[in-house]
């Protein structure tokens, strides 16, 4: 026999590659965490100042430590204006001691003089209504001049003449609203702001907090950057870790995050010297994170500063004490009633009413910084002090360890620990049945995943790969299908970093890169990966048949109590050959005829695909289909080698 006919070609080979075929109980799984996936904020990369924040004006505060000196970046001078930092000994306030001293100079007599700044990296500017303030301090009688202009070319786009009211003892507020009359074509822009220089009396104005928003996700003052917050919600979350990180630890004992320092007016906010090489001005604050969880419907994860910084001190156990009452106040101003200290604090500050807080997390990773001896003072008193002092107070909370069983600590339930596997995907697909080792009572947050490492490579050694990645999408996705499996032990999972802002960053793997300019934004290969599996929650897992992976096919089954739908998520690695998968999926209890969206994840550039903001590109392809139930409840679709898969089954229709 010499000529194969094409048809019979196709039938030998798809001959050689069985179906994997799956049977899925119809009861008899565990119920999971109602809160499987979330965000975790960390200020790295400019995710908080210049990123999830929206406040469009760099260093408007002047504020700086010993480590990132007060300076004048990102302020220039406009028609001859000579700036200057002042220590002025009647400072706008105690937590804002510098200010920016503007002189007549040498500009032309005849010009108005002013300055400028030129954002995080540039100022998106389109037509929509800009808020912004600025405090003054001198005598001027004129009016000052608002205005949103091209660094390119000078072209004007919005203006906003604000007469003054300023007094020369004494800062004076002045809040301004402004419209551009069009688009910038590009974010080379920046923010200014003029004053004849003729009305000046003394030679010289100070200014200080010098503040410009454009609208803000859900109209909230002080608030969030609208494309990065929808961005996030459309991921489905369900909650909000915070306030770090790294960032909790601080770089030194001297300067942990503190809470009681984010708080209130901006102008009692001194900000602090961050972990990732820059200063933070702290405008997005505790009260600020937790009007992001209700304004996103987020459970508030709190991490409380446990006594480690970031270089390895801690406190000895006859110290600890204040931070415990520190960690305890925190609590009581977020969830104590108005009447108490600090509940009436938070009523003070315009919320009477107490938020909810279930979860408390102490510290942050505690089995790094400063082990062995900064991990042993961990797991033999501040731990255990911490953990006593606020179950005493909050026995309804759940306490968080910062290590987790993998990190060799023991933690008697019901506390729980935080796993953060940055990994190779390989290891993703090689621990597979990594928590098969939880009891049903070792609760486990993972505060932080993400492939991180190329395969292969020599992990921290060989540094970070330089964007989210095809196959590590897919080994995430294979993680998640495990801590899915495990969602009655899993409290839920968070990717993380989840931000990078592409002028300046720390950390290249992130869930989104972005610019000033919004409509630079890129969704990785892990958003895309992220957002199929946590967009389709599974309440009560589903026994199967096989029980778990077969050598390619990663999977788990459940139902949506909710809605009543079957859910089914796979995830395909690498196969022999590069062979495509056929799968077969059979719900007990699911009728022939019952109709089911299977959505497709594949990559158009192979495993090392990445989407790129510099050509903005997207090589996540999505497919969806409408699949009909088979005898038996079996639904047929093939998976391809390197691909993600959910299969959502239509509740039963009734008529
Ligand atoms: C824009 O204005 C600045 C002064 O604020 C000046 O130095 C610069 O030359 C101007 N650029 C253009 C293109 O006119
Ligand atoms: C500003 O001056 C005050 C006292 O006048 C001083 O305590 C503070 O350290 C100074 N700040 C800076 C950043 O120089
Ligand atoms: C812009 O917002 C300010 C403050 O919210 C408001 O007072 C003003 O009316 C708004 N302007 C326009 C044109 O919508
Ligand atoms: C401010 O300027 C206006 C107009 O030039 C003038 O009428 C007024 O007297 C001045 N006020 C002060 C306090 O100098
Ligand atoms: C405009 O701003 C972008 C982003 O900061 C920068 O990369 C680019 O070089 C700027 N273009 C010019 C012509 O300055
Ligand atoms: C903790 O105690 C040791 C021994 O007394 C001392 O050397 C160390 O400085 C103390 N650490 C701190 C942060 O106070
Ligand atoms: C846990 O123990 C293993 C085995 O001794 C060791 O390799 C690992 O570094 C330890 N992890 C931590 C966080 O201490
Ligand atoms: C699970 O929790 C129990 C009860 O707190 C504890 O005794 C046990 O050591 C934990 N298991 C692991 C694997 O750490
Ligand atoms: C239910 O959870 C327990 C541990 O909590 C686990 O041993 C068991 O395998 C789970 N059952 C199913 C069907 O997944
Ligand atoms: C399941 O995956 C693991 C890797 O996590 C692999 O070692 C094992 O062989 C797979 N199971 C089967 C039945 O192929
Ligand atoms: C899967 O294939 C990739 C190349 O696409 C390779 O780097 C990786 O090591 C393979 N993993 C396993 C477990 O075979």
């Not at 019979?8 to 008899?28: C, H, R, Y």
Request: aromatic fraction near 12%; charged fraction near 20%.
């Amino acid at each position: 026999m010499v000529f194969l006919s094409g048809a019979a070609l196709v039938g030998l080979l798809v001959a050689s590659v069985a179906a994997v075929d799956i049977k899925v109980q119809a009861s008899g799984g565990n119920k999971t965490s109602r809160m499987p996936y979330g965000l975790m904020h960390e200020d790295i990369n400019n995710a908080g100042d210049g990123g999830i924040y929206a406040e469009l004006i760099r260093n408007r505060a002047f504020q700086g430590s010993s480590r990132y000196p007060v300076s004048l970046a990102g302020w220039t001078p406009i028609n001859g204006a000579a700036l200057s930092i002042k220590n002025l000994t009647a400072p706008l306030s105690s937590a804002l001691p510098n200010s920016l001293n503007v002189a007549t100079g040498n500009g032309s007599p005849d010009s108005e003089i002013g300055f400028r700044n030129d954002g995080f990296w540039g100022i998106d500017v389109r037509v929509q209504n800009y808020t912004g303030s600025f405090y003054v301090r001198g005598s001027y009688n004129g009016s000052f001049t608002a205005s949103l202009s091209s660094t390119l070319t000078n072209e004007t786009f919005g203006s906003v003449s604000i007469p003054s009211q300023s007094k020369n003892d004494e800062w004076i507020k002045h809040e301004f609203s402004l419209v551009p009359k069009s688009n910038a074509p590009s974010s080379n822009n920046s923010f200014g702001i003029q004053f004849d220089a003729k009305s000046v009396i003394g030679g010289s104005l100070d200014f200080n907090l010098i503040s410009l928003f454009p609208p803000t996700y859900k109209g909230r003052e002080n608030g969030l950057r609208v494309d990065i917050a929808e961005a996030f919600e459309a991921l489905g979350p369900k909650f909000l870790r915070f306030p770090g990180g790294n960032a909790l630890e601080g770089p030194n004992l001297a300067n942990p995050w503190k809470w009681d320092e984010t708080i209130g007016d901006l102008k009692n906010r001194p900000g602090r010297p961050g972990v990732w090489g820059y200063q933070t001005s702290d405008g997005l604050g505790l009260v600020d994170y937790l009007h992001w969880c209700d304004d996103m419907e987020l459970e508030p994860i709190l991490a409380v500063w446990s006594g480690l910084a970031l270089d390895g001190a801690y406190i000895n156990e006859t110290d600890l004490q204040p931070w415990i009452d520190d960690a305890l106040a925190e609590i009581e101003f977020i969830r104590g009633p108005a009447s108490s200290t600090y509940g009436s604090l938070r009523a003070s500050l315009g919320h009477p009413e107490p938020w909810k807080l279930s979860y408390v997390e102490i510290g942050n990773e505690d089995w790094l910084a400063g082990a062995p001896s900064g991990y042993d003072s961990y797991i033999e008193y501040r731990f255990p002090l911490f953990k006593q002092a606020i179950e005493e107070k909050y026995p309804d909370i759940q306490i968080i360890a910062s290590p987790s069983k993998f990190d060799n600590m023991t933690i008697a339930a019901p506390a729980a620990g935080d796993y953060h596997p940055y990994r190779q995907p390989n290891d993703y697909y090689a621990e597979f049945s990594k928590f098969d080792a939880l009891g049903p009572e070792n609760l486990t947050l993972v505060g932080e995943f993400a492939a991180v490492h190329p395969n292969g490579g020599r992990d921290w050694d060989a540094g970070l790969h330089p964007f989210p990645w095809w196959i590590g999408g897919v080994g995430e996705a294979i993680f998640m299908i495990a801590t899915e499996r495990a969602g009655d032990r899993i409290i839920g999972s968070t990717y993380a970093p989840i931000l990078r802002n592409m002028n300046r960053w720390q950390w290249s793997v992130c869930m989104i890169e972005f610019e000033a300019d919004n409509s630079k934004t890129t969704l990785s290969t892990a958003y895309h990966v992220f957002k199929l599996i946590s967009t389709h929650p599974i309440t009560a897992n589903l026994p199967t048949t096989p029980s778990t992976n077969t050598s390619s096919l990663f999977f788990v089954a459940g139902v949506n109590e909710d809605t009543g739908a079957h859910v089914f998520k796979s995830a395909n690695y690498n196969t022999t050959n590069h062979e495509d998968t056929p799968v077969k999926v059979g719900f007990a209890g699911v009728e022939q005829g019952r109709k089911a969206q299977l959505t497709l994840l594949t990559s158009t550039e192979g495993p090392f695909g990445f989407n790129d903001p510099k050509i903005g590109n997207n090589v996540v392809k999505e497919t969806n289909e409408e699949l009909v139930a088979g005898s038996e409840g079996v639904f047929e679709w093939t998976m391809p080698e390197l691909s993600v898969a959910v299969l959502e089954v239509s509740p039963e229709e009734k008529e």
